[in-house]
Nanobody
Framework: QVQLVESGGGLVQAGGSLRLSCAAS????????MGWFRQAPGKEREFVAA????????YYADSVKGRFTISRDNAENTLYLHGNILKPEDTAVYSC??????????????????WGQGTQVTVSS
């Protein structure tokens, strides 16, 4: 089992920035990748970004590419998401996820096995 706890959400003005953290505990040594997803009211959960835990290879959704950066601290078992130039459409509950299987890439919810509870990010216009 892997436990994930997000932090860092809140209210941000459009054009501003955010920094989310996700602390992982438990069987983290079996983690191949971690990622961020988000879900806005009335919409399906969507992929934001993912990172391979050992190599650091990253994957981004087109909607955030160039504005968001995913990173990790292997020693601290912590995942981060930095976002810049935030837009109202970035408003959502952001959740981190962990995968304990190798995949060609990581962008689907089915690629991940463990999920955090999520943290709300609201971008005001």
């Amino acid at each position: 089992q892997v436990q994930l706890v997000e932090s860092g959400g809140g209210l941000v003005q459009a054009g501003g920035s955010l920094r989310l953290s996700c602390a992982a505990s438990g069987r983290t040594f079996s983690t191949y990748a971690m990622g961020w997803f988000r879900q806005a009211p009335g919409k399906e959960r969507e992929f934001v970004a993912a990172i391979r835990w050992n190599s650091g290879i990253t994957y981004y959704a087109d909607s955030v590419k160039g504005r968001f950066t995913i990173s990790r601290d292997n020693a601290e078992n912590t995942l981060y998401l930095h976002g810049n130039i935030l837009k109202p459409e970035d408003t959502a509950v952001y959740s981190c996820a962990a995968s304990q299987a190798w995949r060609d890439s990581y962008s689907r919810t089915d690629d991940f096995h463990y999920w955090g509870q999520g943290t709300q990010v609201t971008v005001s216009s």
